[in-house]
Protein backbone atom coordinates (compact mmCIF):
# COMPACT_ATOMS: atom_id res chain seq x y z
CA UNK A 1 0.00 0.00 0.00
CA UNK A 2 1.19 3.33 -0.57
CA UNK A 3 1.32 5.64 2.15
CA UNK A 4 -1.69 7.78 2.75
CA UNK A 5 -2.09 11.01 4.55
CA UNK A 6 -4.12 11.01 7.73
CA UNK A 7 -7.50 12.18 7.11
CA UNK A 8 -7.55 13.22 3.61
CA UNK A 9 -9.57 15.84 2.02
CA UNK A 10 -12.39 14.34 -0.23
CA UNK A 11 -13.98 15.80 -2.99
CA UNK A 12 -11.32 18.12 -4.42
CA UNK A 13 -10.95 17.34 -7.63
CA UNK A 14 -12.25 18.11 -10.54
CA UNK A 15 -14.86 21.47 -11.24
CA UNK A 16 -18.67 21.16 -9.64
CA UNK A 17 -21.34 22.69 -11.70
CA UNK A 18 -21.58 26.33 -12.03
CA UNK A 19 -25.23 26.81 -11.99
CA UNK A 20 -28.38 24.29 -11.44
CA UNK A 21 -29.87 23.63 -14.19
CA UNK A 22 -32.40 20.61 -15.92
CA UNK A 23 -31.10 17.51 -16.47
CA UNK A 24 -31.06 16.53 -20.33
CA UNK A 25 -31.91 13.58 -19.26
CA UNK A 26 -34.95 12.94 -16.49
CA UNK A 27 -35.88 16.42 -17.55
CA UNK A 28 -35.91 17.41 -13.40
CA UNK A 29 -32.95 19.81 -12.07
CA UNK A 30 -29.92 17.87 -12.39
CA UNK A 31 -29.05 15.71 -9.31
CA UNK A 32 -32.63 14.97 -8.61
CA UNK A 33 -33.06 11.83 -10.94
CA UNK A 34 -30.50 10.39 -8.54
CA UNK A 35 -29.20 7.57 -8.50
CA UNK A 36 -31.84 6.34 -11.14
CA UNK A 37 -31.29 8.53 -13.80
CA UNK A 38 -27.83 8.23 -15.68
CA UNK A 39 -26.89 11.83 -16.30
CA UNK A 40 -27.98 12.58 -12.73
CA UNK A 41 -26.14 10.07 -10.88
CA UNK A 42 -22.84 10.88 -13.00
CA UNK A 43 -23.07 14.24 -12.15
CA UNK A 44 -23.72 13.71 -8.53
CA UNK A 45 -21.05 10.98 -8.60
CA UNK A 46 -18.08 12.62 -10.08
CA UNK A 47 -16.63 13.77 -6.80
CA UNK A 48 -16.47 10.31 -5.40
CA UNK A 49 -15.62 8.40 -8.63
CA UNK A 50 -12.46 10.99 -9.03
CA UNK A 51 -11.04 10.19 -5.20
CA UNK A 52 -11.75 6.54 -5.97
CA UNK A 53 -9.65 7.04 -9.27
CA UNK A 54 -6.99 8.73 -7.63
CA UNK A 55 -6.84 5.87 -5.07
CA UNK A 56 -6.59 3.33 -7.54
CA UNK A 57 -3.87 4.76 -9.60
CA UNK A 58 -1.95 5.43 -6.34
CA UNK A 59 -2.20 1.79 -5.69
CA UNK A 60 -1.47 0.96 -9.60
CA UNK A 61 -5.07 -0.80 -9.97
CA UNK A 62 -7.13 -0.49 -12.73
CA UNK A 63 -10.91 0.07 -13.20
CA UNK A 64 -12.59 -3.26 -12.76
CA UNK A 65 -9.59 -5.21 -12.56
CA UNK A 66 -9.63 -7.70 -10.00
CA UNK A 67 -7.66 -5.69 -7.25
CA UNK A 68 -10.05 -3.10 -7.32
CA UNK A 69 -12.49 -4.92 -5.30
CA UNK A 70 -9.93 -5.97 -2.76
CA UNK A 71 -8.62 -2.27 -2.61
CA UNK A 72 -12.36 -1.45 -1.84
CA UNK A 73 -12.49 -4.31 0.95
CA UNK A 74 -9.49 -3.14 2.52
CA UNK A 75 -10.75 0.36 2.38
CA UNK A 76 -14.11 -0.76 3.94
CA UNK A 77 -12.08 -3.11 6.66
CA UNK A 78 -9.91 -0.73 7.69
CA UNK A 79 -10.30 0.42 11.48
CA UNK A 80 -7.86 2.66 11.44
CA UNK A 81 -10.46 5.67 10.77
CA UNK A 82 -9.52 8.35 8.56
CA UNK A 83 -7.28 6.75 6.51
CA UNK A 84 -9.01 6.63 2.96
CA UNK A 85 -10.91 9.71 2.12
CA UNK A 86 -14.58 9.76 2.83
CA UNK A 87 -15.68 10.03 -0.64
CA UNK A 88 -13.45 6.43 -1.09
CA UNK A 89 -15.20 4.93 2.17
CA UNK A 90 -18.46 6.11 0.36
CA UNK A 91 -17.09 4.69 -3.42
CA UNK A 92 -15.53 1.43 -1.62
CA UNK A 93 -19.13 0.81 -0.94
CA UNK A 94 -20.35 0.78 -3.89
CA UNK A 95 -17.70 -1.97 -5.40
CA UNK A 96 -19.28 -4.58 -2.69
CA UNK A 97 -21.89 -6.39 -1.26
CA UNK A 98 -23.56 -6.97 1.96
CA UNK A 99 -22.61 -9.95 3.26
CA UNK A 100 -25.73 -10.79 4.65
CA UNK A 101 -28.60 -9.62 2.40
CA UNK A 102 -26.40 -8.84 -0.53
CA UNK A 103 -27.61 -5.85 -1.60
CA UNK A 104 -24.80 -2.62 -1.72
CA UNK A 105 -23.87 -2.00 2.50
CA UNK A 106 -26.27 -0.06 3.80
CA UNK A 107 -28.88 -0.06 1.31
CA UNK A 108 -30.33 -3.68 2.40
CA UNK A 109 -33.69 -4.36 4.05
CA UNK A 110 -34.22 -2.18 7.26
CA UNK A 111 -33.47 -5.25 9.28
CA UNK A 112 -30.58 -6.14 7.96
CA UNK A 113 -28.00 -5.49 10.59
CA UNK A 114 -24.71 -5.78 8.76
CA UNK A 115 -25.97 -2.97 7.00
CA UNK A 116 -26.91 -1.33 9.99
CA UNK A 117 -23.63 -1.52 11.30
CA UNK A 118 -22.21 -0.25 7.17
CA UNK A 119 -24.14 2.51 7.95
CA UNK A 120 -22.96 3.29 11.34
CA UNK A 121 -19.34 2.69 10.41
CA UNK A 122 -18.93 5.51 7.14
CA UNK A 123 -20.68 7.70 9.57
CA UNK A 124 -17.81 7.28 11.84
CA UNK A 125 -16.18 9.77 9.30
CA UNK A 126 -17.94 12.57 10.14
CA UNK A 127 -15.88 14.97 11.05
CA UNK A 128 -17.63 18.23 11.07
CA UNK A 129 -15.73 20.90 12.51
CA UNK A 130 -12.60 19.79 10.28
CA UNK A 131 -13.93 21.66 7.26
CA UNK A 132 -10.44 21.12 5.60
CA UNK A 133 -11.69 17.63 5.47
CA UNK A 134 -15.16 17.82 4.52
CA UNK A 135 -17.35 20.97 4.32
CA UNK A 136 -20.38 21.37 5.41
CA UNK A 137 -21.43 21.89 2.11
CA UNK A 138 -20.14 18.34 1.35
CA UNK A 139 -21.38 17.01 4.39
CA UNK A 140 -24.74 18.06 3.27
CA UNK A 141 -23.86 16.34 -0.04
CA UNK A 142 -22.90 12.93 1.58
CA UNK A 143 -25.55 12.67 3.36
CA UNK A 144 -27.92 13.52 0.58
CA UNK A 145 -26.53 11.00 -1.88
CA UNK A 146 -26.74 8.02 0.94
CA UNK A 147 -30.41 8.90 1.33
CA UNK A 148 -31.38 8.42 -2.02
CA UNK A 149 -29.55 5.35 -2.43
CA UNK A 150 -31.68 4.20 0.03
CA UNK A 151 -34.32 5.71 0.47
CA UNK A 152 -36.25 3.03 1.87
CA UNK A 153 -33.93 3.50 4.84
CA UNK A 154 -35.84 6.58 5.91
CA UNK A 155 -39.22 8.39 6.23
CA UNK A 156 -40.24 9.45 2.94
CA UNK A 157 -40.49 13.02 3.68
CA UNK A 158 -36.81 12.77 4.29
CA UNK A 159 -35.83 11.85 1.62
CA UNK A 160 -37.93 14.29 -0.66
CA UNK A 161 -36.27 16.58 1.33
CA UNK A 162 -32.86 15.61 -0.21
CA UNK A 163 -34.17 14.93 -3.07
CA UNK A 164 -35.56 18.28 -3.45
CA UNK A 165 -32.23 19.82 -2.01
CA UNK A 166 -29.65 17.72 -4.13
CA UNK A 167 -29.55 20.07 -7.08
CA UNK A 168 -28.62 23.14 -5.02
CA UNK A 169 -25.94 20.98 -2.83
CA UNK A 170 -24.33 20.46 -5.97
CA UNK A 171 -23.40 23.63 -6.39
CA UNK A 172 -22.56 24.38 -3.11
CA UNK A 173 -26.24 26.21 -1.83
CA UNK A 174 -26.19 24.95 1.89
CA UNK A 175 -29.83 25.37 3.35
CA UNK A 176 -29.70 25.76 7.22
CA UNK A 177 -31.38 23.75 9.57
CA UNK A 178 -34.69 26.18 9.53
CA UNK A 179 -34.73 26.01 5.94
CA UNK A 180 -34.31 22.70 5.86
CA UNK A 181 -37.39 22.13 8.44
CA UNK A 182 -40.29 24.45 6.48
CA UNK A 183 -38.90 22.21 3.21
CA UNK A 184 -40.06 19.43 5.40
CA UNK A 185 -43.26 20.94 6.54
CA UNK A 186 -44.49 21.55 3.02
CA UNK A 187 -43.59 18.27 1.59
CA UNK A 188 -45.66 16.67 4.59
CA UNK A 189 -48.49 19.25 3.82
CA UNK A 190 -48.37 17.48 -0.07
CA UNK A 191 -46.10 20.18 -1.43
CA UNK A 192 -43.66 18.40 -3.04
CA UNK A 193 -44.73 18.95 -6.57
CA UNK A 194 -45.02 22.65 -6.10
CA UNK A 195 -41.52 22.57 -4.10
CA UNK A 196 -39.65 20.66 -6.86
CA UNK A 197 -41.23 23.60 -9.60
CA UNK A 198 -38.94 25.98 -7.73
CA UNK A 199 -35.96 26.98 -9.94
CA UNK A 200 -34.02 28.78 -7.52
CA UNK A 201 -32.86 28.07 -4.18
CA UNK A 202 -34.26 30.98 -2.97
CA UNK A 203 -37.71 29.89 -4.13
CA UNK A 204 -37.14 26.31 -2.88
CA UNK A 205 -36.09 27.40 0.95
CA UNK A 206 -37.66 30.99 1.18
CA UNK A 207 -41.38 29.39 1.48
CA UNK A 208 -43.34 30.69 4.13
CA UNK A 209 -43.65 28.60 7.43
CA UNK A 210 -46.27 27.14 7.70
CA UNK A 211 -48.61 28.07 10.64
CA UNK A 212 -48.60 24.47 12.31
CA UNK A 213 -45.15 24.05 12.04
CA UNK A 214 -44.08 27.28 13.52
CA UNK A 215 -43.93 26.12 17.29
CA UNK A 216 -41.85 23.41 17.23
CA UNK A 217 -39.72 24.53 14.49
CA UNK A 218 -38.23 27.08 16.77
CA UNK A 219 -36.94 24.85 19.36
CA UNK A 220 -36.09 22.42 15.90
CA UNK A 221 -33.21 25.00 14.92
CA UNK A 222 -31.58 23.40 18.46
CA UNK A 223 -32.55 20.24 18.45
CA UNK A 224 -31.58 18.60 15.37
CA UNK A 225 -31.94 14.86 14.91
CA UNK A 226 -29.30 12.57 12.55
CA UNK A 227 -31.17 10.12 10.49
CA UNK A 228 -28.43 8.01 10.94
CA UNK A 229 -26.36 6.97 14.57
CA UNK A 230 -24.35 9.56 15.12
CA UNK A 231 -20.76 8.97 14.91
CA UNK A 232 -19.85 7.83 17.61
CA UNK A 233 -16.72 10.18 19.04
CA UNK A 234 -19.36 12.85 17.65
CA UNK A 235 -22.50 13.12 19.74
CA UNK A 236 -23.55 16.60 18.36
CA UNK A 237 -22.76 16.50 14.49
CA UNK A 238 -25.96 18.59 14.31
CA UNK A 239 -24.45 21.53 12.13
CA UNK A 240 -25.67 19.80 8.68
CA UNK A 241 -28.82 18.11 9.71
CA UNK A 242 -29.74 14.64 7.94
CA UNK A 243 -33.09 14.96 9.20
CA UNK A 244 -34.60 18.14 8.97
ZN1 LIG B 1 -31.57 13.24 -14.58
ZN1 LIG C 1 -27.35 -5.98 4.23
Do not use: K
Not at 4 to 12: E, I, V, Y
Not at 48 to 74: F, I, K, T, V, Y
Request: some cysteine; glycine content about 6%; proline content about 7%.
Amino acid sequence: MADHQPFPAGARRGERPAAVSACPSCGDLAGRGYPECRFCAELVDQAWLQDWQALLAAEQLSEGGSGERELAELVLDDDEIGRFSWTCTDWAMTLVRCSHCASEPATGPLDCVRCSMAEATRWSWDHSGTPDVITPEDHALRVARAVLRAPHRHRAVVASTWRLLIPFLLVGELATTGQIQRVRAHVLAGHYEELAACATHVQLTGLPELYWRRDDSHRGDHQVRLDHPPPPREAEADQVPTEA
